[in-house]
Each structure stands twice: as structure tokens, then as C-alpha cells.
């Protein structure tokens, strides 16, 4: 079986430590990153399962990342972190296409639920999608039915389909 793995950024030392050591225990296999480029190149470099992003990062912010993600590498969930947490920032990282807020001090007992709620959200994706017939015919409607909504994809909301 094939470990799962998560990218941890965040340019506190301390908070990259904690939540990759948290992470690990879980079984994950764990990379980190201190800023944006760090993060991009691991990225470049890895697949990951999971993602968890600090919101201000000292070359750019985490939004940034998240809409990164979002558009290369679909299937990661990413959660944001962050000590200056409000509803703006949570709606703007959710809007982007985070899987979740989360705001610091960080509760381990969040965190792993988190983890677990986010990496068993990815297996039954996976596994509908398996037995899912696929959608058939050429109109542009199908066309647009069968585009991955990257957005979408890392969403806890489940997607029902209907109509001729």
C-alpha cells in the first residue's frame, strides 16, 4: 500500500514541526516547506494527498498556493491555516478552493480529525467514481458534464447529476 503524503507550509519552524510530527504519527508520509517557493517546488517535484497552508507566508500568502493547487493538482486537499483568522479570509480561502480553515493555535484533535475527514472524503470520491457509469454522448452540455470542477472535486458536498 502506498503511504499517503501531505505538504506542510508554514514559515514558523515550530508549526511545520508540530503538525508534520501530528501528521506522521498518522501515517503520513510528511514533506514541509517555510514559503511559497519552497512549497511550489515540492509541489513540482511530489503528489501529495493533503495540503496544509499557513495564510501569510513571507514571499505571498496561501491563498496563492490554494489556487495553485487548485488548478494543477486537483485532487490534493488543502486546508488553510492561519493566526489572523476571520470570516473574510475563511471565504476567500474556501472561495479558492481550500478544504477547510482552520485558525492558530492549532488543536491537534482538530487537526487529525481533519486529516482523516479529508483523506476518507478522497477515498470515496475514488471509489464512486470507479463504479459511476461514465456519461455518454457528444452534445456540448455532456462535453461540459464530463470537465473535472476542480473545485468541486475537493468538496465535502456530494454532486448529483440528473436530466436527459
Known amino acids: ?5 501531505a505538504l506542510i507550509v508554514d514559515d514558523e519552524r515550530d508549526i511545520r514541526e508540530l503538525v508534520g510530527l501530528t501528521l506522521g504519527r ?5 514533506e514541509t516547506a517555510g514559503d511559497l517557493a519552497s512549497a511550489r517546488a515540492q509541489l513540482a517535484a511530489h503528489d501529495f494527498d493533503l ?3 499557513d495564510m501569510r507566508l513571507p514571499d505571498g500568502n496561501g491563498t496563492q498556493l490554494v489556487e495553485l493547487i487548485a488548478a494543477r493538482h486537483p485532487h490534493t486537499a ?3 491555516m492561519t493566526a489572523y483568522g476571520n470570516v473574510e ?4 480561502a474556501l472561495k479558492a478552493g481550500a478544504f477547510d480553515f482552520v485558525t492558530k493555535p492549532v488543536d491537534l484533535a482538530v487537526l487529525r480529525q481533519l486529516v482523516t475527514h479529508a483523506l476518507n472524503l478522497q477515498v470515496q470520491k475514488r471509489a464512486a467514481k470507479a463504479t459511476v457509469p461514465r456519461l455518454v454522448g457528444q452534445s456540448h452540455a455532456m462535453r ?3 470537465k ?3 473545485k468541486q472535486q475537493r ?7 440528473s436530466g436527459e
Do not use: H, K, W
Not at 500500500?1 to 503524503?5: K, T
Not at 479570509?89 to 476567500?92: F, G, H, L, M, N
Not at 468538496?155 to 447529476?161: G, K
Open 1 to 5: 500500500m502506498i503511504a499517503r503524503s
Open 26 to 30: 498518522m501515517g503520513l508520509r510528511v
Open 51 to 53: 495540503c496544509s497552508t
Open 78 to 80: 488543502v486546508a488553510m
Open 89 to 92: 479570509a475563511a471565504v476567500a
Open 144 to 146: 461540459q458534464m464530463r
Open 148 to 150: 473535472p470542477d476542480s
Open 155 to 161: 468538496s465535502p458536498a456530494p454532486e448529483f447529476n
